[in-house]
């Protein structure tokens, strides 16, 4: 009787005809460099990508009462504000003012200006349509947005 090589041979023939060789890496070396190139680029695009930021403006109490805040945010390192926004309060503002931006994580300079009511004459001052007199303070902060809240503590500096 001879033996037909798909009836069950003994394993020692089957193993003479094609020997067994170790994973054969090269097979899925496409499929390895595709993947590290999406992962290269996730890695340099994810920081590009925006996210829903909230600054909270800690307004002291000796720069009270505050009728407007403005903020610019300007990316560090660039020269060009990326956004900005100008805020009224009728009466005076709240201690805790938020606004939600959105921009990318990193590294931000903000440039400040809250105009309040002012009760005594400043060179800094100035008369308003009203009449009344409003004193400009200017601030600038550099803050690190990181995809949440960020307290950005305001005072009147001297």
């Known amino acids: 009787m001879t033996s037909e090589p798909g009836a069950g041979g003994s394993a020692g023939e089957a193993g003479e005809d094609e020997p067994r060789r170790g994973y054969n890496w090269k097979r899925h070396l496409p499929r390895l460099v595709l993947l590290g190139g999406l992962a290269l680029a996730a890695v340099v695009v994810a920081p590009t990508i925006p996210r829903d930021q909230t600054l909270v403006f800690r307004l002291g109490e000796e720069v009270q009462p505050v009728r407007s805040l403005e903020a610019t945010w300007t990316r560090y390192g660039?020269?060009?504000?990326?956004?900005?926004?100008?805020?009224?309060?009728?009466?005076?503002?709240?201690?805790?003012?938020?606004?939600?931006?959105?921009v990318p994580n990193g590294q931000y300079v903000l440039a400040i200006v809250l105009e309040r009511a002012a009760p005594e004459t400043t060179s800094r001052e100035r008369a308003n349509l009203r009449g009344e007199h409003t004193a400009r303070i200017r601030y600038v902060r550099r803050v690190d947005l990181e995809g949440g809240k960020t307290i950005v503590p305001l005072w009147q500096e001297n």
């Not at 060009?80 to 938020?98: K, Q, S």
């Open 78 to 102: 660039q020269d060009e504000p990326t956004g900005g926004v100008t805020l009224t309060f009728p009466d005076h503002a709240p201690r805790l003012v938020r606004h939600q931006l959105h």
